[in-house]
């Protein structure tokens, strides 16, 4: 059974940091890019960042770009989310999802919810002061 299983939420206030972790389970690890997408209250899901199959390159939303950071460990079958010098707008439901299996499952094609077949149950992150 394919899972991933995020934590690392929290409330912080303005200006600061957490780090969001993604385990996942039952699936190649190695094998897909992995997404983090995030919902704001009454919002739809909102794409923040992609890292290919071999981490070798990393995608951005123009929102999060120079704040966060994702990388992964392919020998933990885990990826991360630092995300620093936080701001209010960045409170939502932080979702780790896997690329959908096909031709492209190995990069970072898309920034639409659709494109990923798997979902975590979504970890809260809170910036207030």
């Known amino acids: 059974q394919v899972q991933l299983v995020e934590s690392g939420g929290g409330l912080v206030q303005p200006g600061g940091s957490l780090k969001l972790s993604c385990a996942t389970a039952?699936?190649?690890?190695?094998?897909?890019?992995i997404a983090w997408f995030r919902q704001a209250p009454g919002k739809g899901y909102k794409y923040v960042s992609c890292?290919?199959?071999?981490?070798?390159?990393?995608y951005y939303s123009n929102s999060v770009k120079g704040r966060f950071t994702i990388s992964r460990n392919n020998a933990e079958d885990t990826v991360y989310l630092l995300m620093n010098n936080l701001r209010p707008n960045d409170t939502a439901v932080y979702y780790c999802?896997?690329?959908?299996?096909?031709?492209?499952?190995?990069?970072?094609?898309?920034?639409?919810?659709?494109?990923?077949?798997?979902w975590g149950q979504g970890t809260q992150v809170a910036i207030s002061s």
């Open positions: 999802v896997r690329r959908s299996r096909g031709p492209f499952q190995r990069v970072c094609v898309a920034d639409n919810p659709y494109e990923y077949d798997t």
């Open positions: 890292i290919t199959s071999d981490a070798g390159e990393t």
């Open positions: 039952g699936f190649t690890f190695e094998e897909y890019a």
